[in-house]
């Protein structure tokens, strides 16, 4: 049984459907939530390449994300279910490295996350943090594909 269902979104149709299938779980398991979203500054500034980095891109990054969170609590309260959020950052390393401690640190028995299913080169070129958190959670994994997303 599940009591601890940990949910990492980042605004995307497919972290959408990561979390409608969370809820749905806990609502079955009587378990909390806890919402997590990752600032990975590395990976905007390599979005935009060229461009001046400055704390004003963190900052905005921060406040995108704590936007996401907050709407993410209401839907999920407004669902009758107990959350929490966190705002994680991933300091030069990989949003599915700070996922995996995250699930680890508040001993989540599950992890609930959207995935773009890509393949081959879409693969190769946009990496997969859904991968990275598979392979480096020390609890089960559940990955919600959204085909509309492929």
């Given at each position: 049984?599940?009591?601890?269902?940990?949910?990492?979104?980042?605004?995307?149709?497919?972290?959408?459907?990561?979390?409608?299938?969370?809820?749905?779980?806990?609502?079955?398991?009587?378990?909390?939530?806890?919402?997590?979203?990752?600032?990975?500054?590395?990976?905007?500034?390599?979005?935009?390449?060229?461009?001046?980095?400055?704390?004003?891109?963190?900052?905005?990054?921060?406040?995108?994300?704590r936007t996401l969170l907050l709407k993410a609590e209401e839907q999920v309260k407004a669902a009758g279910l107990q959350v929490e959020t966190?705002?994680?950052?991933?300091?030069?390393?990989q949003a599915g490295d700070a996922i995996a401690k995250d699930a680890e640190l508040w001993k989540a028995d599950i992890i609930v996350l959207?995935?773009?299913?890509?393949?081959?080169?879409?693969?190769?070129?946009?990496?997969?943090?859904?991968?990275?958190?598979?392979?480096?959670?020390?609890?089960?994994?559940?990955?919600?594909?959204?085909?509309?997303?492929?």
């Amino acid at each position: 049984m599940y009591q601890r269902i940990l949910i990492p979104i980042d605004g995307s149709n497919t972290a959408a459907r990561g979390l409608t299938e969370g809820m749905r779980l806990a609502k079955d398991q009587g378990a909390k939530l806890r919402v997590v979203h990752v600032v990975n500054e590395l990976m905007m500034v390599a979005a935009y390449e060229g461009a001046i980095y400055s704390g004003e891109l963190v900052d905005a990054l921060r406040e995108s994300g704590r936007t996401l969170l907050l709407k993410a609590e209401e839907q999920v309260k407004a669902a009758g279910l107990q959350v929490e959020t966190a705002l994680l950052e991933a300091h030069g390393g990989q949003a599915g490295d700070a996922i995996a401690k995250d699930a680890e640190l508040w001993k989540a028995d599950i992890i609930v996350l959207g995935t773009h299913g890509r393949r081959g080169l879409g693969r190769l070129v946009m990496g997969s943090d859904a991968e990275q958190v598979l392979r480096q959670a020390k609890v089960p994994v559940l990955m919600v594909r959204n085909f509309s997303a492929t």
